[in-house]
């Protein structure tokens, strides 16, 4: 069986003897750039680039995935916001450059009727990555489709006093925006599993109910997960960062086949509130995959397998001087 299949029985929820390493989150390399002679700000706007650079993480330390696209932003520009590449300093993220709405009423005035926005800005470019990478490593590595969440999508769109303001003074605007993006993301997520990829991680780090609250996280955030999730194709993965605990049954509820945390998550906890469902996670990619040592690594993969992982990832998107060797170290400790 290769370790795709075996990826891809888990996400169909097969029993399988071990929980294998590998990630739907961002996790390029300073040293696999470098191997295929690349700069970082220009994986992001090109289709070939984007492709190698996705998949030299597999072909140097077989951790056996890669995603597209290679940051968070896709889905922004389309809609229309200025996005900064960030040229002149290696290995940063691209970045928004200003707001693009006021409020949330912008969304709720028939932005979406105007425009095909699959058309617009790189969701094509990321389209034709996916299929790119299906050729080269397909065969032996899952292929993920990375995307916002509704919530994380309204704060690159909205400067986050504002949107936070708008929540408290008119929640069912806000509402009905989440929803307007829900529907979006949707048709991005069906293009990029047309494309070729086998799952999709909803990647919605700005809902985290560790960083917003838990009731903001039910009021705003669960609704449109939930109805995202009903119209995305399956397997989906729903990744949200920081202390999820106090609302791991409403993530649970979404409707995503599997559930990623990240360090902060109580795994062993999370194990015993998720039955039925997936649960991924949870290996600091900080402290741990970048920054520790061989044992360290160990020691981080045997917990969370221990705590009852289904997979064990990367808690968030790799740093990207995180080491090949370190990343052969925990795909070996898996």
Same mark, same amino acid.
């Given at each position: 069986?290769? $370790?795709?299949?075996?990826?891809?029985?888990?996400?169909?929820?097969?029993?399988?003897?071990?929980?294998?390493?590998?990630?739907?989150?961002?996790?390029?390399? /300073?040293?696999?750039?470098?191997?295929?002679?690349? &700069?970082?700000? #220009?994986?992001?706007?090109?289709?070939?680039?984007?492709?190698? &650079?996705?998949?030299?993480?597999?072909?140097?330390? +077989?951790?056996?995935?890669?995603? &597209?696209? !290679?940051?968070?932003?896709?889905?922004?520009?389309?809609?229309?916001?200025?996005?900064?590449?960030? =040229? @002149?300093?290696?290995?940063? *993220?691209?970045?928004?450059?200003?707001?693009?709405?006021?409020?949330?009423?912008?969304? $709720?005035?028939?932005?979406?009727?105007?425009?095909?926005? !699959?058309? @617009?800005?790189?969701?094509?470019?990321?389209?034709?990555?996916?299929?790119?990478? @299906?050729?080269?490593?397909?065969?032996?590595? &899952?292929?993920?489709?990375?995307?916002?969440?509704?919530?994380?999508?309204?704060?690159?769109?909205?400067?986050?006093?504002?949107?936070?303001?708008?929540?408290?003074?008119?929640?069912?605007?806000?509402?009905? /925006?989440? *929803?307007?993006?829900?529907?979006?993301?949707?048709?991005?997520?069906?293009?990029?599993?047309?494309?070729?990829?086998? *799952?999709?991680?909803?990647?919605?780090?700005?809902?985290?109910?560790?960083?917003? +609250?838990?009731?903001?996280? =039910?009021?705003? /955030?669960?609704?449109?997960?939930?109805?995202?999730?009903?119209?995305?194709?399956?397997?989906?993965?729903?990744?949200?960062?920081?202390?999820? $605990?106090?609302?791991?049954?409403?993530?649970? =509820?979404?409707?995503? #086949?599997?559930?990623?945390?990240?360090?902060?998550?109580?795994?062993?906890?999370?194990?015993?509130?998720?039955?039925?469902?997936?649960?991924?996670?949870?290996?600091?990619?900080?402290?741990?995959?970048?920054?520790?040592?061989?044992? =360290?690594?160990?020691?981080?993969?045997?917990?969370?397998?221990?705590?009852?992982?289904? /997979?064990?990832?990367?808690?968030?998107?790799?740093?990207?001087?995180?080491?090949?060797?370190?990343? @052969?170290?925990?795909?070996?400790?898996?």
């Amino acid at each position: 069986m290769t $370790n795709r299949q075996t990826i891809l029985d888990v996400l169909s929820g097969k029993k399988i003897d071990s929980q294998p390493a590998f990630s739907g989150l961002i996790h390029v390399t /300073a040293e696999g750039l470098q191997s295929e002679s690349l &700069a970082f700000h #220009e994986i992001h706007k090109d289709s070939q680039k984007m492709a190698r &650079a996705a998949a030299s993480t597999f072909k140097l330390s +077989g951790l056996p995935s890669a995603v &597209a696209p !290679l940051d968070m932003l896709v889905e922004a520009e389309a809609l229309g916001a200025a996005i900064d590449f960030v =040229e @002149k300093r290696e290995y940063v *993220f691209p970045q928004i450059v200003k707001p693009l709405f006021a409020s949330t009423r912008y969304l $709720n005035e028939g932005y979406f009727e105007s425009t095909d926005f !699959l058309h @617009k800005g790189r969701i094509l470019l990321v389209c034709e990555a996916i299929r790119l990478l @299906k050729e080269d490593i397909g065969q032996d590595a &899952a292929i993920g489709g990375l995307l916002p969440g509704p919530y994380t999508l309204l704060l690159f769109l909205m400067e986050p006093g504002g949107l936070f303001a708008e929540m408290k003074r008119e929640p069912t605007a806000v509402a009905d /925006a989440l *929803f307007h993006l829900s529907s979006f993301l949707s048709k991005v997520g069906t293009a990029y599993r047309d494309a070729g990829a086998d *799952f999709l991680t909803i990647h919605d780090m700005g809902a985290s109910p560790g960083f917003i +609250g838990p009731a903001k996280y =039910e009021q705003f /955030a669960y609704p449109a997960e939930k109805l995202l999730m009903t119209e995305l194709p399956a397997p989906r993965v729903l990744s949200v960062c920081g202390n999820t $605990n106090a609302s791991m049954h409403l993530l649970a =509820e979404t409707g995503a #086949e599997a559930i990623s945390v990240d360090q902060l998550n109580d795994l062993r906890a999370s194990r015993q509130l998720l039955t039925g469902k997936l649960l991924f996670g949870n290996i600091d990619p900080v402290a741990t995959l970048s920054q520790g040592q061989e044992k =360290e690594i160990n020691e981080a993969v045997l917990k969370a397998k221990e705590a009852g992982v289904d /997979a064990v990832w990367p808690g968030c998107d790799l740093v990207p001087q995180t080491s090949i060797e370190n990343l @052969k170290t925990f795909v070996a400790a898996s």
